[in-house]
Nanobody, 127 residues
Framework: QVQLVESGGGLVQAGGSLRLSCAAS????????MAWFRQAPGKEREFVAA????????YCAASVQDRTIVSRDNAKNTLYLQMGALNPEDTAVYYC????????????????????WGQGTQVTVSS
């Protein structure tokens, strides 16, 4: 049984930073693509960042790419998201996602490419 458990969310002041963790069980972090998405109230879930384990490449949304790092710890089977220069527009529930099979790079940005999802962790950025 695959489980993804996010942690690290909370209340952050504008200009601050966050580090989210996604602990995976039942799926090996190093096998296929894993990603972070976020969903703000009244909005669709949107791509934030992803890690492709075949190429070791990282992908970030244009809105966050200059201030975001996505990384993994294979020994801990954990995916991380570090984001700085936070602003109120970053307020959302952040979700970790994992694919059950290979995801082509052109599809790495879409929720439909991922089979497993965590419960989400709330990040609130105050102005």
């Amino acid at each position: 049984q695959v489980q993804l458990v996010e942690s690290g969310g909370g209340l952050v002041q504008a200009g601050g930073s966050l580090r989210l963790s996604c602990a995976a069980s039942g799926v090996t972090v190093g096998n296929d693509a894993m990603a972070w998405f976020r969903q703000a109230p009244g909005k669709e879930r949107e791509f934030v960042a992803a890690k492709d384990y075949t190429t070791r490449a990282s992908y970030c949304a244009a809105s966050v790419q200059d201030r975001t790092i996505v990384s993994r710890d294979n020994a801990k089977n954990t995916l991380y998201l570090q984001m700085g220069a936070l602003n109120p527009e970053d307020t959302a529930v952040y979700y970790c996602a994992a694919a059950a099979s290979k995801v082509q790079v052109r599809n790495i940005y879409y929720t439909q490419s991922y089979d497993y999802w965590g419960q989400g962790t709330q990040v609130t950025v105050s102005s």
